[in-house]
């Protein structure tokens, strides 16, 4: 009867959680609005304003009269019995967590605060969603959570004392394996009374397991005996305490250095002079205060990191989201560069006014929170390096001032750009034909006749809608990982659903080839490589179920590989070999709160790129002697037997060379003379020469 309860409550939930009608599109919602929870923890997110909004729980959703769902009056508390409510507020969505606060560990005799069975909690919650008496959402949740079986003892706080393993033994008795019993053989037991050990009398164990852990040594004069014993047993015997025993002393005892952390900070020459001797690619740049010079750069979770550090010779271009009430500013302009040489040098700082703000201004969709005045922030910054060989011989700035207002979100661009000296323009590059970490990756469409192509991922703004979202180029040697929301209907039709999602996708892969470097030839083919493409398999279902669709290509995988085929001016020169692009399906369910009448779901829909460096050249295949043999192999053994004779050579310079030679003629002769004087014919000699 308990199951068929149970099966009858899980059929009631998933009725509540399949597609319904009454709410509009707009309303607020819990996403998701129904969760099994089988953890001390939950999440979900409340999609709407949360000014004015109380969220209450509800424990015993389930009439157990009835077993219908109980309907929600707006009361009660954030708090209810073992269950807390905590909500974390946010622009637009609010992060609702139910906690439960009651000990997991199955009880103990005469426990309490504890489980009582495997399966701890079965329980249905509601979360509501109030504004004064009128409730804008619900969550339903149905608790399975089971206790936990890994320890079921009392966790004492006493801190046991380890014995110093150099002077004594760590386990005086390993065969006591049973606290608080008698372990049968076990003589050196504490818990064995002399009536028990006479039961097994003249059967404990022996040795180290059965106690005796620091048995006398062989070294020991006392340890003597008439069998196996040498001659000279008593001039070399030692005499000793067992507290010197070889049995211990295996842990060197010796003196403690601290630790030292390393700090932020490159460390400083104690001599005078120079800190530098040059920059290298891929160096970070240094400022007067030995620290990291820094422009605010995209991370790989996707968010902006305002203290990246800019690296030597690779050029960024960055574009960061940011609101009037969470604006910062970065680094200020009048910290000076180490030039690499040990000079530093001054920031040449040009500040404009942003005429069309449409580019980087984006209206919030929430409402302006008042008392904000506009303030004058920086719209866009550009950092033009002058270098030549390992230094830096100049920094101009280009900063774009503009006015940012309560309610609307900046788009914020920070781009470096390394120009070399001897160029003849200022805006020319190093001629280097390689990539180079921040480049755009050239794409081209070869059947078409104009072969401009484009290779884009989004960059989501506002509500994160695929609708109103943007695109930005993908840029080499950066892992990106981006995507936006799709809103589907629950009448959709599968078939066109997969169809609209494949388009959505595809349509940021405008290209077939993707170039090999920088400056490949449109005219030269040899210059591109193909874009590999595998088709998303989608699998023949029977028929679509309302509400869900199987095998929606939801994912969109671009995978670069790349490897560095030489180098110009000491600059890596990297090409593309290769690209790659696939599909990942998921199952997509039409999710809402109890009324779910014209409105639409959520799909988030995602492009992540992946750039794999290889080595230019494959790696030497191991010889047969290699795999067979190895102990010979120097790279896997301590003990190098092709290298005996090392010390003799040219590239050993621990010793002078003339005193590398004498001792190894020496060695020889006393290992010639070794092997004269073992020979029988030596002995025979020896005895005609004796007479």
């Given at each position: 009867?308990?199951?068929?309860?149970?099966?009858?409550?899980?059929?009631?939930?998933?009725?509540?959680?399949?597609?319904?009608?009454?709410?509009?599109?707009?309303?607020?919602?819990?996403?998701?609005?129904?969760?099994?929870?089988?953890?001390?923890?939950?999440?979900?997110?409340?999609?709407?304003?949360?000014?004015?909004?109380?969220?209450?729980?509800?424990?015993?959703?389930?009439?157990?009269?009835?077993?219908?769902?109980?309907?929600?009056?707006?009361?009660?508390?954030?708090?209810?019995?073992?269950?807390?409510?905590?909500?974390?507020?946010?622009?637009?969505?609010?992060?609702?967590?139910?906690?439960?606060?009651?000990?997991?560990?199955?009880?103990?005799?005469?426990?309490?605060?504890?489980?009582?069975?495997?399966?701890?909690?079965?329980?249905?919650?509601?979360?509501?969603?109030?504004?004064?008496?009128?409730?804008?959402?619900?969550?339903?949740?149905?608790?399975?959570?089971?206790?936990?079986?890994?320890?079921?003892?009392?966790?004492?706080?006493?801190?046991?004392?380890?014995?110093?393993?150099?002077?004594?033994?760590?386990?005086?008795?390993?065969?006591?394996?049973?606290?608080?019993?008698?372990?049968?053989?076990?003589?050196?037991?504490?818990?064995?009374?002399?009536?028990?050990?006479?039961?097994?009398?003249?059967?404990?164990?022996?040795?180290?397991?059965?106690?005796?852990?620091?048995?006398?040594?062989d070294q020991l004069c006392s340890t003597q005996t008439t069998e196996y014993t040498p001659d000279?047993?008593?001039?070399?015997?030692?005499?000793?305490?067992?507290?010197?025993?070889?049995?211990?002393?295996?842990?060197?005892?010796?003196?403690?250095?601290?630790?030292?952390?390393?700090?932020?900070?490159?460390?400083?020459?104690?001599?005078?002079?120079?800190?530098?001797?040059?920059?290298?690619?891929?160096?970070?740049?240094?400022?007067?205060?030995?620290?990291?010079?820094?422009?605010?750069?995209?991370?790989?979770?996707?968010?902006?990191?305002?203290?990246?550090?800019?690296?030597?010779?690779?050029?960024?271009?960055?574009?960061?989201?940011?609101?009037?009430?969470?604006?910062?500013?970065?680094?200020?302009?009048?910290?000076?560069?180490?030039?690499?040489t040990g000079d530093f040098i001054q920031q040449n700082v040009i500040y404009r006014t942003v005429?069309?703000?449409?580019?980087?201004?984006?209206?919030?969709?929430?409402?302006?929170?008042?008392?904000?005045?506009?303030?004058?922030?920086?719209?866009?910054?550009?950092?033009?390096?002058?270098?030549?060989?390992?230094?830096?011989?100049?920094?101009?700035?280009?900063?774009?001032?503009?006015?940012?207002?309560d309610g609307e979100t900046l788009t914020q661009r920070f781009t470096a750009e390394f120009v070399?000296?001897?160029?003849?323009?200022?805006?020319?590059?190093?001629?280097?034909?390689?990539?180079?970490?921040?480049?755009?990756?050239?794409?081209?469409?070869?059947?078409?006749?104009?072969?401009?192509?484009?290779?884009?991922?989004?960059?989501?703004?506002?509500?994160?809608?695929?609708?109103?979202?943007?695109?930005?180029?993908?840029?080499?040697?950066?892992?990106?990982?981006?995507?936006?929301?799709?809103?589907?209907?629950?009448?959709?039709?599968?078939?066109?659903?997969?169809?609209?999602?494949?388009?959505?996708?595809?349509?940021?892969?405008?290209?077939?080839?993707?170039?090999?470097?920088?400056?490949?030839?449109?005219?030269?083919?040899?210059?591109?490589?193909?874009?590999?493409?595998?088709?998303?398999?989608?699998?023949?279902?029977?028929?679509?179920?309302?509400?869900?669709?199987?095998?929606?290509?939801?994912?969109?995988?671009?995978?670069?590989?790349?490897?560095?085929?030489?180098?110009?001016?000491?600059?890596?020169?990297?090409?593309?070999?290769?690209?790659?692009?696939?599909?990942?399906?998921?199952?997509?369910?039409?999710?809402?709160?109890?009324?779910?009448?014209?409105?639409?779901?959520?799909?988030?829909?995602?492009?992540?790129?992946?750039?794999?460096?290889?080595?230019?050249?494959?790696?030497?295949?191991?010889?047969?002697?290699?795999?067979?043999?190895?102990?010979?192999?120097?790279?896997?053994?301590?003990?190098?037997?092709?290298?005996?004779?090392?010390?003799?050579?040219?590239?050993?310079?621990?010793?002078?060379?003339?005193?590398?030679?004498?001792?190894?003629?020496?060695?020889?002769?006393?290992?010639?003379?070794?092997?004269?004087?073992?020979?029988?014919?030596?002995?025979?000699?020896?005895?005609?020469?004796?007479?």
């Amino acid at each position: 009867m308990a199951a068929a309860g149970l099966g009858v409550l899980l059929l009631l939930l998933l009725l509540l959680a399949a597609p319904c009608a009454g709410q509009r599109h707009g309303e607020p919602v819990f996403q998701p609005s129904f969760i099994h929870m089988s953890g001390l923890r939950v999440n979900s997110f409340f999609l709407g304003d949360s000014s004015g909004v109380n969220f209450y729980i509800v424990v015993g959703a389930i009439d157990k009269d009835t077993g219908n769902v109980r309907v929600p009056i707006c009361s009660g508390s954030e708090r209810v019995g073992d269950w807390d409510l905590s909500v974390t507020p946010d622009a637009g969505a609010s992060k609702v967590t139910v906690t439960f606060t009651r000990n997991l560990q199955l009880c103990l005799p005469n426990a309490t605060d504890c489980c009582t069975a495997p399966l701890c909690v079965v329980e249905t919650l509601q979360v509501l969603a109030c504004s004064g008496s009128v409730m804008l959402a619900h969550l339903l949740i149905q608790a399975e959570i089971y206790a936990n079986s890994s320890f079921t003892g009392n966790v004492s706080e006493d801190m046991s004392v380890i014995p110093n393993q150099v002077f004594q033994p760590l386990g005086s008795c390993p065969c006591d394996l049973t606290d608080g019993a008698c372990d049968v053989r076990c003589c050196c037991d504490p818990e064995c009374t002399p009536d028990l050990k006479q039961l097994f009398d003249g059967l404990c164990f022996s040795g180290v397991f059965g106690g005796d852990v620091n048995p006398p040594f062989d070294q020991l004069c006392s340890t003597q005996t008439t069998e196996y014993t040498p001659d000279w047993f008593p001039l070399l015997c030692v005499q000793s305490s067992l507290n010197n025993t070889p049995f211990l002393g295996y842990f060197y005892d010796g003196s403690i250095s601290a630790p030292r952390v390393p700090p932020f900070r490159i460390p400083v020459q104690a001599s005078p002079g120079k800190l530098f001797t040059g920059y290298r690619p891929g160096d970070p740049i240094m400022t007067e205060d030995d620290e990291y010079f820094t422009i605010p750069q995209q991370s790989l979770a996707g968010h902006c990191v305002r203290n990246a550090p800019v690296a030597y010779l690779q050029d960024l271009d960055v574009k960061c989201l940011s609101e009037a009430a969470s604006y910062k500013e970065g680094l200020p302009h009048d910290v000076r560069i180490n030039s690499g040489t040990g000079d530093f040098i001054q920031q040449n700082v040009i500040y404009r006014t942003v005429t069309d703000v449409g580019k980087f201004i984006t209206k919030s969709e929430g409402l302006p929170t008042a008392g904000l005045p506009c303030q004058k922030v920086t719209f866009a910054e550009h950092y033009a390096f002058i270098w030549e060989d390992d230094n830096i011989e100049g920094v101009n700035v280009t900063v774009f001032l503009g006015s940012l207002c309560d309610g609307e979100t900046l788009t914020q661009r920070f781009t470096a750009e390394f120009v070399s000296l001897r160029s003849d323009s200022a805006t020319e590059v190093p001629k280097n034909p390689g990539y180079r970490v921040g480049n755009v990756v050239r794409a081209a469409n070869m059947n078409a006749s104009d072969t401009a192509g484009s290779l884009r991922i989004w960059q989501p703004a506002g509500r994160g809608l695929c609708t109103s979202a943007a695109h930005t180029p993908v840029v080499f040697g950066v892992d990106s990982f981006s995507g936006c929301i799709l809103e589907v209907d629950v009448n959709e039709n599968c078939s066109l659903l997969r169809g609209s999602v494949t388009e959505k996708l595809n349509s940021l892969i405008q290209a077939t080839h993707v170039g090999k470097r920088r400056n490949s030839n449109d005219s030269n083919l040899n210059d591109w490589v193909e874009i590999i493409r595998l088709d998303p398999n989608i699998s023949a279902s029977p028929g679509d179920l309302k509400g869900i669709c199987p095998d929606v290509p939801a994912s969109l995988n671009i995978r670069i590989i790349f490897a560095a085929v030489g180098a110009v001016q000491g600059i890596p020169r990297e090409e593309i070999l290769a690209v790659q692009i696939s599909y990942s399906t998921v199952i997509w369910q039409f999710q809402c709160s109890l009324s779910c009448e014209n409105t639409a779901s959520l799909l988030p829909i995602t492009a992540a790129v992946q750039f794999i460096r290889v080595p230019a050249q494959p790696p030497v295949p191991m010889t047969r002697f290699q795999i067979n043999y190895t102990e010979f192999d120097c790279e896997r053994n301590d003990v190098c037997w092709p290298q005996l004779l090392y010390p003799l050579t040219r590239f050993y310079t621990g010793e002078p060379y003339s005193r590398r030679l004498a001792a190894g003629l020496a060695l020889a002769f006393l290992a010639v003379l070794a092997a004269v004087m073992g020979s029988p014919c030596f002995s025979q000699v020896w005895e005609k020469f004796s007479v």
